[in-house]
């Protein structure tokens, strides 16, 4: 099993660019997250998934949309790129299992809007 | 809002030294606990979680948690660091079913 797995692991982006950073596990997971790592404040949850079709806003939503086709993909979109937005990008996915609070990280992407 | 706040932001410690993170949260109801370890250049990896029963929690490579309610803490500690610990660690609340709060992380440094 490859896990989680983020594409692209690097971006550097001029502001008002777009892209969108994939996400996919292979572990059937039903629950998806997306955060962003910033320096001395930890991980912030953007938008999570609870399932195919379904997303929610998390902490910090703004700037940024998000989609869920499918159950192994978790597509996390920025329309119009900001320097706030330099950030490292984390992908989460766990399963719906009964007391399973566990969460499955990817490898993360650094991602530089100038 | 939610906050979960890590007290060391860097710790420096010599092999063998003891080690001892704390973490606090804001969360006033039922919440389970984690602890994640991010090694340089790897993604974050679960080391401890508490959701219930004993308050010591202990976790892999001799990582132990302890969950105190009365003060809103799950510190965690080791008594004996490698230099292979050197990673960062953040702490996580898990306060309402999909919410998931996080610590601004400790960097651990253990020199050789």
């Known amino acids: 099993n490859a896990g989680v797995t983020q594409t692209p692991k690097f971006r550097v982006l001029k502001t008002g660019q777009s892209m969108t950073l994939l996400c996919a596990q292979d572990?059937?997971?039903?629950?998806m997250y997306w955060y962003r790592q910033d320096p001395g404040m930890g991980l912030r949850l953007i938008h999570y998934s609870v399932g195919e079709g379904t997303t929610a806003k998390g902490e910090v939503p703004d700037g940024y949309n998000v989609s869920r086709l499918k159950k192994q993909n978790f597509l996390l979109g920025l329309e119009s790129a900001a320097p706030s937005q330099t950030s490292v990008y984390f992908c989460a996915s766990r399963p719906r299992t009964s007391g399973s609070y566990e969460q499955y990280f990817g490898p993360g992407t650094r991602l530089t809007v100038t | 809002a939610q906050s979960v706040s890590q007290h060391n932001h860097h710790v420096i410690l010599s092999e063998a030294a003891s080690l001892e993170l704390g973490c606090n949260y804001s969360y006033g109801g039922t919440v389970n606990l984690f602890w994640y370890v991010q090694y340089p250049g790897q993604h974050l990896q679960l080391l401890l979680k508490?959701?219930?029963?004993?308050?010591l929690v202990k976790g892999i490579k001799g990582f132990e948690a302890e969950f105190i309610k009365s003060k809103f803490s799950f510190n965690m500690r080791k008594p004996s660091v490698q230099w292979s610990d050197t990673a960062e660690y953040f702490c996580a609340v898990n306060a309402d079913f999909n919410k998931f709060y996080f610590g601004s992380g400790t960097k651990l440094n253990v020199k050789p």
């Open positions: 508490y959701f219930s029963g004993d308050p």
């Open positions: 572990m059937n997971h039903e629950y």
